[in-house]
């Protein structure tokens, strides 16, 4: 790990501004990913402005919806009751993801802001434009089972990692963030993750300094919530494949994948399918998909996933 220096901000403008005003400064709150990234050399920020006293960590009631706090652990996050009750999908998306240790330390905003874990962009030997722009993908080509296989590049294959975002995406949620100069804006979430095109470093719409606050939920959609994870290991893996759903009585419904794309990949046009079953729905989501042979299977393994999500639904 470099060397760096660090500060604890107050406000959240007055954090935006600390990392605006410095060259290779970054945020931290719980640091699950970014310290180990900095272990590994990945990650080297000059400075740190620790965000963990800005008083971000309430879970209220917003109009017809909820605002979380951008501080709120993922633990109390899936354990509270307004979420459990109206927003299934999201408590059940978290409870899938890392280990309780890690919920207990992660946020809502670093959730967001977790890095891929291609193995070609952990591996500092490797060529990879995420990490060092311009240095080319070795992963294309390579070993690709985890990978992308729709939404990717000619520069870039990896998939976003988390689970909580696929639920989000299916809620309709928006993130809240202050800039440097005190300016506001909410961002939906359709339009928070980048597509990696041939910019694959830059994974957020988010602006040089700029502090998410919040995330806010619309209101509850009602219907059955179904969050399911296909992975290597029960115990502790990111997701080959995940499924977000929110489905009612009549069929109808929405839903959301993870482990396929640089975002979780929601396609609204392919919904209204949805009561005619998950091969007419899956057959629209991936019309565009390119996998490798490593990781062909998961078109075939995401119809299947939400036929079951489906299926427990109508049961």
């Keep these: ?23 290779g400064a970054k945020f931290i ?6 310290l180990d990234l900095m272990k590994l050399q990945i990650e080297t920020p000059t400075h740190l402005v620790d965000v963990q006293d800005l008083k971000l960590d309430r879970i209220e009631r917003a109009g017809d919806g909820v605002r979380i706090g951008a ?10 009751a307004r979420i459990r009750k109206d927003y299934g999908v999201l408590s059940r998306a978290i409870v899938a993801g890392a280990s309780g240790q890690l919920r207990n330390k992660a946020t809502t905003a670093g959730n967001l802001l977790q890095r891929t874990r291609c193995p070609y962009f952990y591996d500092t030997n490797q060529a990879c434009n995420k990490r060092k722009p311009g240095s080319g993908c070795a992963a294309i080509g390579g070993y690709s089972r985890q990978l992308g296989v729709i939404g990717t590049s000619d520069h870039c294959i990896a998939t976003y990692p988390g689970d909580m975002a696929v639920a989000l995406r299916v809620l309709d949620a928006s993130v809240e963030t202050v800039k440097p100069d005190g300016a506001t804006r909410a961002i939906p979430f359709a339009d928070f993750h980048r597509l990696w095109g041939d910019t694959p470093h830059i994974e957020t719409v988010l602006e040089p300094g700029e502090l998410i606050t919040a995330v806010t939920l619309p209101k509850p959609l009602g219907g059955t919530h179904i969050y399911r994870k296909v992975r290597d290991r029960a115990s502790y893996a990111f997701a080959l494949v995940s499924v977000a759903a929110v489905i009612g009585k009549d069929g109808s419904g929405r839903a959301a994948f993870g482990g396929v794309a640089p975002k979780p990949w929601r396609v609204e046009a392919a919904e209204g399918s949805m009561r005619s079953g998950a091969k007419a729905v899956a057959a629209q989501v991936f ?15 995401a119809e299947r996933t939400l036929a079951a999500a489906i299926a427990e639904a109508r049961a």
Excluded at 71 to 80: F, H, K, R
Aim: hydrophobic residues 45%; proline residues 7%; glycine residues 6%.
């Design 1 to 23: 790990m470099k060397a760096f220096t660090y500060e604890r901000a107050r406000t959240p403008a007055e954090a935006a501004a600390a990392v605006a005003g410095k060259p």
């Design 29 to 34: 709150a719980g640091g699950t990913n970014l």
């Design 71 to 80: 501080l709120v652990s993922n633990t109390a996050l899936a354990a509270d």
């Design 287 to 301: 019309a565009d998909a390119r996998p490798t042979k490593d990781n062909e299977f998961k078109v075939p393994l």
